[in-house]
């Protein structure tokens, strides 16, 4: 694997030394990378930041959602459109006592009996038929989204470009409930341009619900406006999510990158906002 090395902006004057490594940062990113399925190090929020496939804006407004307990879907319906690593960048938003579980079909039946207690984040790598690592179809997938109810969050991604193809992927199809489907709060749907080699990905829209009604558009790319402004943002209070667009900018300009440096700050950050 890759090691890349830290160095804020000597513009800035930054001096950084590497975090450490508490027992619950490196289980959680112990956890991301079991989701690596191309090689290489794990993409973070702020790699994604620099690269356009969001700004700081709906970045902002991602970390405010999430690391108040929403639970999201990633969707794309080409291969390789970037949606894992979109899902790990964004899982290390999750509220610092909450912990990464993948989930099998022998998870999925052992939360299910453990029924409510401790909130955990549980990640399907990926709504799928195949014979994969925390791949879930059918039963275990309608058990799987039955978790949320019992307070847990949920993140996984699927192939679909908009919230009619998730739904009908998810409720059609695997006869998951509607009111399971609208406990994922977020639907983001992402867009790739240009060929393998110079690709440019991009998160394109964004749908949210509260839970009760169907998901509603709250961000889209084209119209360039940020989440909070359109009138169906449901992310915290105004000033904490200025205060998470501040951290994002913060740690984009001092150079922090890795799925490591980006935990740790984010944790330190919700410890700070408690």
Not at 182 to 209: H, K, P
Not at 228 to 241: F, I, K, N, P, T
């Amino acid at each position: 694997m890759e090691i890349i090395r830290y160095r804020p902006s000597i513009a800035q004057g930054l001096s950084w030394t590497v975090p450490p490594m508490t027992d619950p940062i490196q289980r959680h990113c112990r956890e991301l990378d079991r989701c690596n399925q191309r090689g290489g190090r794990m993409l973070s929020v702020f790699d994604l930041l620099a690269a356009g496939t969001l700004d700081l804006d709906l970045g902002a407004y991602l970390m405010a959602r999430i690391s108040r307990g929403a639970s999201f879907i990633v969707g794309a319906v080409p291969g390789g459109a970037g949606k894992t690593t979109v899902m790990c960048a964004l899982l290390n938003f999750v509220p610092a006592e909450v912990e990464l579980v993948a989930v099998t079909p022998e998870v999925v039946s052992q939360a299910s009996e453990a029924g409510t207690g401790s909130p955990y984040c549980y990640i399907c790598h990926e709504i799928g038929a195949g014979s994969y690592f925390a791949y879930l179809w059918d039963e275990d997938l309608r058990r799987y989204c039955r978790l949320a109810a019992a307070g847990h969050m949920l993140a996984t991604n699927l192939h679909a470009d908009d919230p009619k193809q998730a739904r009908d992927q998810v409720c059609r199809q695997n006869g998951v409930s509607e009111a399971d489907f609208r406990r994922f709060n977020l639907l983001m749907f992402l867009r790739v341009e240009g060929d393998y080699w110079n690709a440019r990905r991009q998160i394109v829209t964004v749908y949210e619900s509260a839970g009760a009604g169907r998901h509603r558009l709250v961000y889209d790319v084209r119209s360039r406006t940020a989440p909070e402004v359109s009138g169906g943002g449901q992310a915290a209070d105004l000033g904490y999510l200025q205060d998470c667009r501040k951290f994002l900018s913060r740690n984009l300009d001092a150079g922090t990158r890795t799925i490591e440096q980006s935990r740790y700050e984010v944790v330190k950050f919700l410890a700070e906002h408690e």
